[in-house]
């Protein structure tokens, strides 16, 4: 099986430009012909947060007619600049974003690994939290299948990175209690992330915990105090997961148009 994962797109309408520099939408679309054009073609794509940067409908109506091109299926999950009441509105034949729930939580068990959904929005606020009602819900979803390979999806990442700036507004609250389930089950294999725009491993409740590039800008590499938090405009990037023989293996990709492929011969 193969996964993409692919983040924090902040769309907005086509000319509309995040710090007067950023048009989201102008790089989604060669983020959609990438995928598109990968052989093997992923089984599905997962999209973890940041889907839109004002959560506004005109946003989400763009970033829907954009994500149609895509052929293989899609995951959506909220981050921090969503609203999850657009988001649904926006994506009503997105059975698994519906439901009585305030959070959006789901699973899908129609892969070889199972696919689990956590909410880590607090609406309004960039960092993120895991209340008990969140906990739990995961906690029951692992104990119905023990035994199954699963992938854990969230936005804010349950683990600092050392740059101080996005630390500050990470998974502020439920990380030690979500590592404790996670340890409890060995058949997680990986909790996947966006929120900082790079590339971030760390070893967590006896898996790995990882971040993905955005699709647009990224975070500037800066550890320790900083006076600000700045962006970078490195090669926008997503990852390919793959599982293959009860192992989970992922690679960094960047996305754009450079010479090559050359033989070595």
Known sequence: MLIAQITDLHMRTPGDKAY??????????????????????PDCVLITGDLTDLGRPHEYAHLRAQLQALEMPYFLLPGNHDDRAGLRAA??????????????QYSVDT?????????????MKSHGELCGERLAWLEQQLA???GRPTLVLMHHPPFLTGIEHMDAIGLLAGAPELERIVSRHPNVERVLCGHLHRTIFQR????IASTCPGTA????????????????????GYQLHWW???RLVTHHAVIGEYPGPYPFA
């Open 204 to 207: 967590f409740g006896g898996t």
């Open 144 to 146: 119905q299948q023990p």
């Open 91 to 104: 994506f009503p034949d997105h059975a698994y974003l519906q439901g009585a729930s305030p959070f959006i």
């Open 217 to 236: 800008h990224q975070l500037a590499l800066e550890l320790g105090p900083r006076p600000t938090l700045q962006y970078i405009m490195e090669p926008p």
């Open 20 to 41: 007067g520099i950023i048009d989201p939408a102008a790089f989604l679309g060669p983020a959609v012909r990438a995928l598109n054009a990968l052989s093997p073609r």
């Open 244 to 246: 293959n023989d009860g």
């Open 111 to 123: 892969y070889p690994l199972r696919l689990l959904a956590l909410d880590t929005v607090v609406p």
